[in-house]
């Protein structure tokens, strides 16, 4: 029981708290596809000026759904309760799943 | 913001839709092999581990770490997935883990879910696992196989992108830049993801050495 109990406390402090020291940098696959694009401001948003893949890129059809980006209703630094959220709901998924199959 | 900076998956509209589709079929075929086979994997110890397996994922998945300046790296999983619950339902626990962060999250296209779950889920999988067992068969040595097997893992995960660029990729961007820099990005993300799939397998192996499927394997096999 003490196992089960600590690694979901972990599992919901990583999540839910150590995620804010994230590293904001676009990840390597995000890199490879920015390359040879540069990010102007345009009005105050950014957009991509230049030759590169994610410039081919379409937005995401639920980028205005209440949890996208990790953040609750894109309000800032609700990172950490939207990585929660998604912990219990990715174990609410699979544990069932794996119910169902075992 | 626009999306794909912030975004940790490959977005919509990188791959073309014909490709995108043929790798939703391929991953639909396999995930539904995987459901089969994992039913094997699956008992009452391993159930609630595989839950955690994949709410694990998800939470390392959100702490990127720094590999070079201005480029991060994260966690992919798939390594981590199999040697704790077994190759299929590891695949399983990854693919749950994208669908969350593609519906819930708007992380990684709709279309791109067959792209992005081939390479991260089947091949960081299958490589990952691969590895682990040749590596463990080998060196006897759980820490460093699991390195190891994250390393390949995560390589092979990102190789899976440069094919699927190599066959639909819809900007003209030179294959070879884009295989030579994923393969060195990814190299530098495999080290960081085989440090923590190290790390958390031998804190597995050390509360719980019952759970850790790679070890029960092995255990099963020796006798004999």
Redesign the interface.
């Known amino acids: 029981m003490r196992f089960w109990a600590g690694a979901l406390i972990l599992t919901l402090l990583i999540a839910g708290g150590v995620s804010y020291l994230a590293s904001a940098h676009p990840d390597g696959l995000d890199s490879a596809t920015l390359r040879g694009c540069e990010v102007v401001e345009v009005d105050g948003a950014e957009e991509l000026s230049g030759n590169c893949i994610a410039a081919h890129a379409d937005e995401h059809p639920l980028t205005g759904s209440p949890l996208a980006d990790y953040a609750i209703a894109g309000r800032d630094h609700t990172g950490g309760l939207a990585g929660v959220i998604g912990v219990l709901v990715t174990l609410a998924f699979a544990g069932g799943l794996f119910r169902i199959l075992s | 913001?626009?999306?794909?900076?912030?975004?940790?998956?490959?977005?919509?509209?990188?791959i073309n839709v014909p490709v995108s589709l043929m790798f939703a079929a391929i991953v639909v075929a396999a995930l539904g092999f995987c459901?089969r086979r994992?039913?094997r994997e699956?008992?009452?110890r391993?159930?609630?581990l595989?839950?955690?397996?994949?709410?694990?994922i998800?939470?390392?998945q959100?702490?990127?770490?720094?590999?070079l300046p201005?480029?991060?790296?994260?966690l992919l999983g798939g390594a981590l997935a199999a040697i704790l619950v077994g190759p299929y339902?590891g695949a399983?626990?990854v693919s749950?883990?994208l669908?969350?962060?593609?519906?819930?999250?708007?992380?990684g296209?709709?279309t791109a879910l067959g792209t992005n779950i081939a390479n991260m889920s089947l091949l960081g999988v299958a490589a990952g696992y691969g590895t682990a067992v040749l590596a463990y068969r080998f060196t006897a040595r759980l820490g460093p196989s699991a390195f190891l097997a994250a390393v390949v893992g995560t390589v092979c995960a990102?190789m899976g992108?440069v094919v699927e660029?190599a066959i639909g990729?819809?900007?003209?961007?030179a294959l070879t830049?884009?295989a030579g820099?994923?393969f060195g990005?990814?190299l530098?993300?495999g080290i960081g993801e085989g440090v923590i799939t190290a790390l958390t397998v031998a804190a597995v192996a050390r509360?719980?050495p019952d759970l850790v499927y790679l070890l029960r394997r092995t255990r099963r096999e020796v006798p004999a």
Do not use: K
């Open positions: 913001m626009t999306q794909q900076l912030v975004a940790m998956h490959m977005s919509d509209g990188i459901g994992a039913q699956l008992d009452e391993t159930v609630p595989a839950g955690l397996v994949a709410a694990f998800f939470a390392v959100m702490v990127n770490f720094p590999i201005g480029v991060s790296g994260h339902t399983l626990c749950i883990v669908v969350v962060q593609s519906l819930l999250f708007a992380d296209g709709i990102a992108f660029y990729g819809a900007a003209p961007v830049a884009v820099y994923m990005t990814h530098l993300i509360a719980r």
